[in-house]
């Protein structure tokens, strides 16, 4: 499906491992670009529920299948609602997450099929994937400092080799992308790195 949207729209996501950092850099960015600020899962009022159920601890009897049908159905509902709208509309949209954390967490993480994943996302998405991806890459011993002062969800739980795979899918993916695909370097403070960021997509979009 195409979607005619204003030439200035643009589609970006933040995507990284869990405590990256990239909550706090999608709300800065969208702030510093007056774009609509969102994030998968959980980005409207159905999702916020599929949300509650993917990021219960209890549920450690979820499918892998269910995990991917539930976090494409929360996607799907949020093209209708924030996205495709946001994007008619003229508005940038920046996502906390985007279709490439399914990728990343369910094949890369859990093993499903990457075709499986891809095409699943890809049918929910209407094919409207984010222009622009920053991957906010932070080493693995301020990840783990930042982890031991959470109260940690079903997927902050699995365990250091789930988070390995997840780490190195971001990296293949970004690495085999590189036009749509940006790493950042996130070690630094809040301010530098949002800085890099704006200075980075301004520079890749031209906004």
Known sequence: MVLVV?????????????????????????????AVHTRETG????????????????????????EVLLIAADRAQHLQEVIRPALLAGRHVVSDRSAYSSLAYQSFGRGVAYDVVRDTNDWALDGIWPQLVLLIDVPVE????????????????????????VREGFRDMAANDPQRW?????????ADVAAIIRSTVCERLGI
């Open 6 to 34: 204003s030439s200035r729209a643009r589609y970006i996501a933040l995507e990284g491992a869990e405590a990256c950092g990239k909550s706090t850099q999608a709300v800065l960015l969208a702030a510093a670009l007056d």
């Open 43 to 66: 980005g409207t009022r159905i999702g916020a529920k599929i949300r509650d159920i993917l990021h219960d601890s209890e549920n450690t009897d979820l499918a892998d299948k269910a």
């Open 142 to 165: 301020v990840l783990a400092a930042r982890m031991a002062d959470r109260d940690l969800d079903r997927f902050e739980l699995a365990d250091d080799a789930f988070h390995t795979r």
């Open 182 to 190: 940006v790493v950042i370097d996130g070690a630094g403070s809040t």
